[in-house]
Structure formats: C-alpha cells, structure tokens
C-alpha cells in the first residue's frame, strides 16, 4: 500500500521535524517524509533531514523580490514532487493567500498555544504575562488569516508557580513532539479528514474538545 507522503517545511533547529522523522521509522508509521523545504539555507533542520535521506529544498526569501515570486517559485517547485500534505513545523514565513488557495486543505501548521488564544509570536511571553493556569500547543488547518484556521488537535498542561520562559518552552517543545506526529498519522490513516468549513474525526464533525492526551 501506498504511504501518505508529507512536505515539511522549516526555518529552523527543526526539533519537530525530528520527531517527524522519529515516528517516521516505525513499522506501523502510515506516513513517510518527501520532502523537507526550508526559507533559510543554513538552518539545522536541513542537516537533519539530510542525515536521514530525505530530499531537501531551499529558496531563500532574500532573493524574491516579493511574496508572490516567492510563492510562485515554491508552488513550481513542489509541482514536480509527489505529497499529500503540508506541514508547516516551525516555518516562519506567512504563505500567501494564492498559495494557500492552491493547496486548499493541505496545509496543517503547529503553533506553541492553545488557539485561538495569542496566535502570532511571544507565546510563552503572553501566558506568563496574563498568568494563565494552562498553556499547550495546537495543530491547525492552514487558512489566510494567522492561526486562524479550523483546530483540528491541542494538547495542554498546567502552567505552575514556579514555571518561567524556559521552562514552558521546554514543556511545550515536549507536548509538540508528541503532538505533530500523532496529527499527522491520524490524518494519514484518514481518522481525521481536513475541510476549511469542517474537521471529521473518525467520522463526526466538530467535536467539542479536540484534546490529544498523552
């Protein structure tokens, strides 16, 4: 049978990718890694897809004089690889909406909060700031607004006394790795199916908690 084959992109260390890659290799693991694309040629992530045989592509936004070249070049160049999906892990870069629009549906992107709560950047900033009692990551369906799109999994844990910076970005780099993986191989095993105006796990829509325990 036939993997499901993921796209990864990155624009940095690329701890979520290994653990991509960790699950990866079980037997029983319904994805493979295709392709792992980056906007920065020097970043670690690149490193580690290359140690473990996995094709690699980079177009350095420098070089675009706007969005849409950039787009435009990213979009010809995945036309010559075989994927089934996008996932956005620790990409830096906002897609536009043409792009978006030409892999409606296919692009799931991980952000470090429990959404809809602080889409954007200074996540662990604004939970302590705000002293809220948990705080997570969560897996979205990509659309045209930032970290907007339809929840389609999160995982928490509960923000203690003594917890600072470091700590919850430990904690929550520790709930990510968990998190990416699970999502995609319960998409690729068609358990979860992606639609901008509906998610279906295991056959029903829009559940009232999509919590992933662990």
Do not use: W
């Amino acid at each position: 049978m036939k993997k499901f084959k993921i796209a990864v992109f990155v624009s940095g260390n690329g701890s979520n990718l290994q653990a991509l890659i960790d699950v990866s290799k079980n037997l029983d693991c319904p994805y493979e890694i295709e392709l792992v694309f980056s906007n920065n040629p020097n970043v670690y992530a690149l490193k580690r897809a290359s140690q473990n045989n996995i094709p690699t592509l980079t177009l350095d936004h420098k070089n675009f004089k706007n969005r849409q070249e950039f787009d435009l070049s990213l979009s010809n160049n995945l036309k010559k690889i075989d994927f089934d999906l996008i996932v956005l892990a620790g990409f830096m870069r906002i897609l536009g909406r043409e792009f978006i629009k030409t892999y409606e549906n296919k692009i799931i992107n991980l952000h470090p909060s429990l959404l809809p709560k602080y889409p954007g950047l200074n996540t662990h900033e604004k939970v302590l700031e705000n002293k809220d009692k948990f705080h997570g990551a969560t897996v979205h369906l990509v659309d045209e607004g930032l970290d907007t799109g339809k929840i389609i999994g999160f995982s928490k844990f509960k923000v203690e006394d003594n917890d600072n910076y470091d700590s919850l970005l430990a904690k929550t780099h520790e709930i990510e790795h968990k998190l990416l993986p699970q999502i995609c191989s319960l998409i690729a095993s068609k358990k979860i199916v992606l639609h901008k105006e509906n998610i279906l796990i295991n056959g029903k829509s829009d559940q009232k908690s999509k919590e992933i325990i662990f």
